[in-house]
């Protein structure tokens, strides 16, 4: 399993002023551009289709920080997952399943209900 690179907030913003630029995934042995950073918004998930007809799930944070997992939830099969609900709990951001509520680290893709389920993470990184 690998761990994201995360990015945040240009300095001196607050964290409430996004860096711009494009967001790009590592995949397929490179970076693949996925969206303009501004079109993401604090709190909210977006989904990628890739290349191999895989697909991710795409947030930031309210501190600026943005994640990249597998939008597949793997308890119900479905793509799911950037329509789920961003939380922290001891500091780990989370994004919980719109469907059975379990809740994936945003950072490792540890399921933090079930230590035997995980989702795929991507690098990220905004150019």
């Not at 002023?17 to 790009?24: D, I, L, T």
């Not at 042995?29 to 709190?43: A, F, I, N, S």
Request: with cysteine; net charge neutral; aromatic share 6%.
């Amino acid at each position: 399993m690998t761990t994201a690179t995360n990015t945040t907030a240009q300095e001196g913003t607050g964290g409430s002023v996004p860096p711009a630029g494009s967001v790009r995934l590592a995949h397929g042995g490179g970076w693949l551009t996925v969206c303009d950073r501004e079109l993401l918004t604090p709190g909210r998930g977006v989904a990628a289709l890739l290349p191999d007809g895989d697909q991710a799930a795409v947030f930031t944070d309210r501190s600026g920080r943005v994640y990249a997992i597998g939008n597949r939830d793997p308890f119900t099969g479905a793509y799911v997952l950037a329509r789920g609900l961003l939380g922290s709990v001891g500091g780990r951001a989370f994004v919980a399943s719109p469907l059975l509520k379990q809740r994936f680290d945003l950072a490792t893709g540890a399921c933090l209900d079930d230590p035997d389920a995980s989702v795929p993470v991507f690098p990220v990184r905004v150019d």
